[in-house]
């Protein structure tokens, strides 16, 4: 059998290796990385536009695990050389960087990239920014783009939380005095002198909003419902978006039988029928490669030869020619029988 398709990512698979400069605890389980070139395999950072993620890479436990963060530096931060990104712990790789990674570790990590970023010449002038809870990281690489002008709009930025702890980068966005950028921190309750009591709402909106916009949202599903209701048929807002949530398990006990083909050799692994594709060949240390792992980037774009299979409905981004000839991205396709692929492979990863 011949396979003859590659994935979209470039030969090198887009990799940069990046040394821990700092690292800040917020509090336990959340963590903040500040990341440098490491200065030997990679000698300056790649750029970055505000709203980008990067996909780290690190052999956790045996497996060979990718998963994406979102940046909250800017684009003039990266240009000076940092990566910032902020971790909390939930996952193996999200607790494997928070409980072991120290300063002075070397990751690998992607290339920034992702469409969450402002669009000059189709997006408003002025920005209007939601971040509920956690979501500020994107949003604070937004505010600091404008705040430094690398982007060309102007701001307001709904920072809304359940407890006024949770308002992190607090000292950066106060020292945000260009004009440029506005912040409205929102609490559901007890909210401090500073801060809007409750959520965001309409009301909420254009009580400092008076001018179209283009609404940026990151922060979960339940967020942008919410979002949704309150500004359906709202004329001021002239476009929306919101960033990609990660892909979930599901709930399914079946057990699946897979046939991949990688670099030459044939590997027949276990796969749950809860879990992506691409989780079963991590789980089974395959070097397949991946990025942003929500279907969007194309990295990880693979051909099934055999066997039935369903994508995850929030992350099929595949044109109506790659449904027909049967291409998936395991980032978000769910086993539906025993099946058989071929994938691409992580270029920087060792062939087992
Ligand atoms: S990793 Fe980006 S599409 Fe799968």
Do not use: W
């Not at 308002?167 to 929102?186: A, N």
């Not at 070097?287 to 194309?298: I, K, M, P, T």
């Amino acid at each position: 059998m011949k396979y003859t398709d590659v994935s979209l990512a470039p030969a090198d698979g887009g990799k940069q290796f990046v040394r821990v400069q700092r690292v800040i605890e917020h509090f336990p389980g959340l963590r903040t990385f500040v990341f440098r070139a490491d200065g030997e395999r990679t000698k300056t950072l790649a750029p970055q536009r505000a709203g980008n993620y990067i996909a780290i890479t690190a052999d956790v436990g045996g497996s060979r695990v990718t998963r994406a963060y979102t940046l909250a530096s800017s684009p003039k931060e990266a240009e000076s050389g940092i990566y910032i990104s902020t971790v909390k712990k939930a996952g193996i790789l999200s607790s494997y960087l928070v409980d072991e990674v120290k300063e002075g570790d070397v990751l690998e990590v992607s290339r920034p990239a992702g469409r969450f970023v402002y669009e000059r010449g189709k997006d408003c002038a002025h920005v209007t920014g939601v971040a509920g809870g956690a979501g500020i990281t994107s949003m604070l690489s937004m505010a600091k783009a404008a705040e430094e002008g690398s982007e060309n709009y102007r701001m307001t930025l709904f920072f809304c939380v359940k407890n006024a702890y949770e308002f992190l980068f607090r000292d950066v966005l106060d020292g945000m005095k260009s004009g440029r950028v506005q912040v409205v921190y929102v609490v559901e309750s007890d909210a401090p002198d500073f801060a809007e009591s409750g959520v965001f709402t309409r009301e909420l909106l254009h009580k400092y909003v008076n001018e179209a916009t283009t609404l940026f949202a990151c922060g979960g599903n339940e967020l942008y419902g919410h979002i949704l209701r309150e500004l359906a048929g709202d004329g001021s807002v002239r476009g929306m978006k919101f960033s990609q949530n990660s892909v979930t398990d599901r709930e399914d006990d079946r057990m699946f039988s897979l046939s991949v083909h990688l670099a030459g050799r044939e590997y027949v692994i276990p796969t749950r029928a809860s879990e992506t594709l691409m989780v079963a060949m991590e789980r089974a240390g395959l070097g397949a490669l991946s990025q942003c792992r929500v279907g969007e980037c194309g990295f990880c774009r693979s051909t099934v030869t055999a066997g039935r299979y369903s994508v995850h409905p929030e992350h099929d981004e595949r044109s109506s020619e790659d449904v027909r000839r049967g291409i998936v991205h395991p980032c978000c396709t769910y086993p539906e029988s025993d099946m058989e692929i071929s994938v691409p492979q992580d270029p920087a990863a060792e062939v087992i």
